[in-house]
């Protein structure tokens, strides 16, 4: 198992910038891929970024360009640098671990853009 603790959301206007992190509980080495998802009212929960294990990491076509995943590993911690952030990047934002198929979750962060 592993535990997953998010921080880094806020209100912030249409052109700025926000970094969110998600500490894990235990080795990023030890996780398969971990990601960012986001889910806006009303609409399902997506796929933003993912990072995996080697290193690899792929994105939403829609934050392709303005969005960057990374990873710590010394300090277990990935993190989600935004970019030239809209109103429709408005939505709870989540972490997620992948491991043997099992995907776990932090508890979500608010990100609101204004226009």
């Known amino acids: 198992q592993v535990q997953l603790v998010e921080s880094g959301g806020g209100l912030v206007q249409a052109g700025g910038s926000l970094r969110l992190s998600c500490a894990a509980s235990?080795?990023?080495?030890?996780?398969?891929?971990m990601g960012w998802y986001r889910q806006a009212p009303g609409k399902q929960r997506e796929l933003v970024a993912a990072?995996?294990?080697?290193?690899?990491?792929n994105y939403a076509d829609s934050v392709k360009g303005r969005f960057t995943i990374s990873r710590d590993n010394a300090n277990n911690t990935i993190y989600l640098q935004m970019n030239s952030l809209k109103p429709e990047d408005t939505a709870v934002y989540y972490c997620?671990?992948?491991?043997?198929?099992?995907?776990?979750w932090g508890q979500g962060t608010q990100v609101t853009v204004s226009s």
């Open positions: 990072i995996t294990k080697g290193g690899s990491t």
């Open positions: 235990r080795s990023l080495f030890s996780i398969n891929r």
């Open positions: 997620n671990a992948n491991m043997w198929l099992i995907d776990y």
